[in-house]
């Protein structure tokens, strides 16, 4: 049935097309729509409204406020940080550096030791100051208080764990020097 219309309409297509559009009457309609003012509506600008300058005028003076306000807080944060981080390696400091200009002492006037072997150890002393000078830099710069605190902490236990280690092999040696001498 569907084939019957379709060769219906192919047939007498030419008596569809007796009607055309004039094109220029209907854009004649359009435009005279187009020229008429709309009476119903009516335009309000925002932007000139005193209350909207006034609303804008608080918004724009509680974002900066805000902003000052955050600044401000962060900073006194870190400074607080940054003391609490530097009465920190001042308790470190005490506690440890006397410990250790103790044992280097003892290092130093030891007899056992040769003076070759007293500045091998003065210089794996001065590595691990180094090491310290560059911590106490990082934590300045308040990267990670606490990791830069442990790792201040540990380079004091190597340096002490260094000079046992060498008082240890000087007592060592006295001992075994001791043990030759035989008394008759």
């Given at each position: 049935m569907m084939d019957d219309f379709e060769k219906y309409i192919k047939e007498n297509k030419t008596l569809f097309d007796v009607h055309k559009a004039d094109k220029s009457k209907l854009w004649a309609n359009i435009e005279s729509g187009l020229n008429k003012p709309e009476t119903k509506t009516k335009t309000i600008k925002l932007w000139n409204s005193f209350v909207f300058k006034a609303a804008a005028t608080v918004v724009i003076a509680l974002g900066v406020f805000s902003l000052i306000n955050t600044v401000m807080v962060n900073r006194v944060n870190e400074n607080s940080q940054n003391s609490l981080a530097m009465q920190e390696l001042n308790d470190i400091d005490s506690h440890y550096k006397g410990l250790v200009a103790y044992q280097v002492r003892l290092v130093n006037k030891s007899t056992q030791l040769s003076v070759d072997e007293?500045?091998?150890?003065?210089?794996?002393?001065?590595?691990?100051?180094?090491?310290?000078?560059?911590?106490?830099?990082?934590?300045?710069?308040?990267?990670?208080?606490?990791?830069?605190?442990?790792?201040?902490?540990?380079?004091?236990?190597?340096?002490?764990?260094?000079?046992?280690n060498l008082l240890k092999q000087i007592n060592r040696s006295k001992k075994l020097d001791n043990d030759d001498v035989y008394i008759l």
């Open positions: 007293k500045k091998e150890f003065l210089s794996f002393m001065d590595e691990l100051d180094v090491e310290y000078e560059l911590l106490k830099l990082e934590l300045q710069k308040n990267v990670d208080n606490e990791r830069v605190l442990e790792a201040i902490v540990i380079n004091y236990k190597k340096r002490i764990e260094l000079i046992e």
